[in-house]
């Protein structure tokens, strides 16, 4: 049973940072993508980033190139998002998915999600 565990949310100033950590369990390889959603009450959710595990590629929304960074840590299974400057407009609750599709789909289709974390940035 895959299990995936947000931390790192939190209150933060515009432009500062907060780093985000995605523990995933129930693997036992690297063939499958972590990526990052968030959703603000009222309004659909949001792909923010994702890195398929099995060959490194990532991928970013536009509204965060350039200020976030995903990537796998020495740490097994786990995904850190780095977030530096940091807008008002960032703040949502953030979750982190799980994918195992094969080929185009494997940062399309997710199957397990976390529980979330708050990100609030103030102004």
């Known amino acids: 049973e895959v299990q995936l565990v947000e931390s790192g949310g939190g209150l933060v100033q515009a432009g500062g940072s907060l780093r985000l950590s995605c523990a995933a369990s129930?693997?036992?390889?690297?063939?499958?993508?972590i990526a990052w959603f968030r959703q603000v009450p009222g309004k659909e959710r949001e792909g923010v980033s994702c890195?398929?595990?099995?060959?490194?590629?990532?991928y970013y929304a536009d509204s965060v190139k350039g200020r976030f960074t995903i990537s796998g840590t020495n740490a097994k299974n786990m995904v850190i998002l780095q977030m530096n400057s940091l807008k008002p407009e960032d703040t949502a609750v953030y979750y982190c998915?799980?994918?195992?599709?094969?080929?185009?789909?494997?940062?399309?289709?997710?199957?397990?999600w976390g529980q979330g974390t708050q990100v609030t940035v103030s102004s």
């Open positions: 129930g693997f036992t390889d690297d063939d499958y993508a």
């Open positions: 890195i398929n595990k099995s060959d490194g590629r990532t």
């Open positions: 998915a799980a994918s195992r599709a094969p080929g185009e789909r494997r940062c399309v289709d997710f199957g397990d």
